[in-house]
T-cell receptor
Framework: ETGVTQTPRHLVMGMTNKKSLKCEQH?????MYWYKQSAKKPLELMFV???????ENNSVPSRFSPECPNSSHLFLHLHTLQPEDSALYLC???????????FGQGTRLTVV | TQLLEQSPQFLSIQEGENLTVYCNSS?????LQWYRQEPGEGPVLLVT?????EVKKLKRLTFQFGDARKDSSLHITAAQPGDTGLYLC?????????????FGQGTILTVHP
């Protein structure tokens, strides 16, 4: 069983759909993150949760809505996305004090 | 805004050659990490360096953190096709920025048999 598991691995959705990405970590970490990886751009930090509390929202549009019910689970709710939101969405976890982040395999999202 | 510049962006070499990837910034980082990512997968942590001037070795990979903690390098000796992948450096500023990583744009390495 991998340390950080993301589902689904692939997702195709229309611009009017609502979907959710799920992330689960089995490493005993207390911080979780969402990153976006687009072609030809560095990984972009989207959200940070420390001890289930959101501590960072990196100017992410409201069509992305995170949820962290406990330290082991993280969701990213998606609605009315745009084609430019197509990317690989990566979940990561770490201890709150960092620095080492462990990543899931990502969800490849395509918005049509 | 902290930025990390990685170079080169692309590297295509023959098996057995040596190579170095650079990661540079004008900002100081409390730690710097190197990751390797294969297509369709998430980044996998290779090493973390935290002390200025630190050198760490992982088999044929040698990682160095600059004295001023603003830059780092990854050197691979006798590259093998299995080393092919995207190499990413990531810096953590520390302080209230614990866990928040700034990534370089990556170096795509292809090692030909």
């Amino acid at each position: 069983e991998t340390g950080v598991t993301q589902t689904p691995r692939h997702l195709v959705m229309g611009m009017t759909n609502k979907k959710s990405l799920k992330c689960e970590q089995h490493l005993g970490h207390n911080a979780m993150y969402w990153y976006k990886q687009s072609a030809k751009k560095p990984l972009e930090l989207m959200f940070v949760y420390n001890f289930k509390e959101q501590t960072e929202n990196n100017s992410v549009p409201s069509r992305f809505s995170p949820e962290c019910p406990n330290s082991s689970h993280l969701f990213l709710h998606l609605h009315t996305l745009q084609p430019e939101d197509s990317a690989l969405y990566l979940c990561a976890s770490s201890q709150v004090t960092g620095p080492e982040a462990f990543f899931g395999q990502g969800t490849r999202l395509t918005v049509v | 805004t902290q930025l990390l510049e990685q170079s080169p962006q692309f590297l295509s070499i023959q098996e057995g050659e040596n190579l170095t990837v650079y990661c540079n910034s004008s900002s100081v980082f409390s730690s710097l990490q190197w990751y390797r990512q294969e297509p369709g997968e998430g980044p996998v942590l290779l090493v973390t360096v935290v002390t200025g001037g630190e050198v760490k070795k992982l088999k044929r990979l040698t990682f160095q953190f600059g004295d001023a903690r603003k830059d780092s390098s990854l050197h691979i000796t006798a590259a093998q096709p299995g080393d092919t992948g995207l190499y990413l450096c990531a810096g953590e500023a520390g302080g209230t920025s614990y866990g928040k990583l700034t990534f370089g744009q990556g170096t795509i390495l292809t090692v030909h048999p």
